[in-house]
């Protein structure tokens, strides 16, 4: 084994790990949940992921949803940010809304 693939190795595992230090260490606020605390767990630990992983709320909308989506299947909407207002219908135990750090995260599934 050549010492750059060890190397390698090494950093996916110490990425590994760090990401995770990350989610366990990020503080989410709940500010209104109507949603099974395995989904609420999941999906505070997808957006973590997705704040670590991407530039633009966009794209954290976009891949907290696309997780939703794969794992719970339906139509479910992410909005990410710092400063919206929002109302609206959802199916019933499949809401949530919390904050990781400054920036908000409204989840929830219609039909």
Not at 21 to 28: D, N, S, V, Y
Not at 95 to 104: D, I, L, M
Request: net charge neutral.
């Amino acid at each position: 084994e050549s010492v750059a693939l060890q190397v390698c190795r090494c950093l996916l595992l110490l990425r590994e790990r760090t990401q995770q230090q990350r989610i366990m260490a990020a503080k989410a606020v709940v500010k209104n949940v109507d949603m099974p605390p395995d989904m609420l767990e999941f999906a505070i630990k997808e957006a973590t992921i997705a704040l670590d992983s991407f530039n633009t709320e966009k794209e954290v909308a976009q891949a907290v949803r696309n997780a939703f989506v794969k794992s719970y299947n339906g139509v479910w909407h992410c909005m990410v940010g710092t400063n919206f207002g929002a109302f609206s219908t959802y199916e019933e135990s499949h809401f949530v809304y919390f904050y990781v750090g400054q920036t908000a995260v409204l989840l929830f599934k219609t039909g």
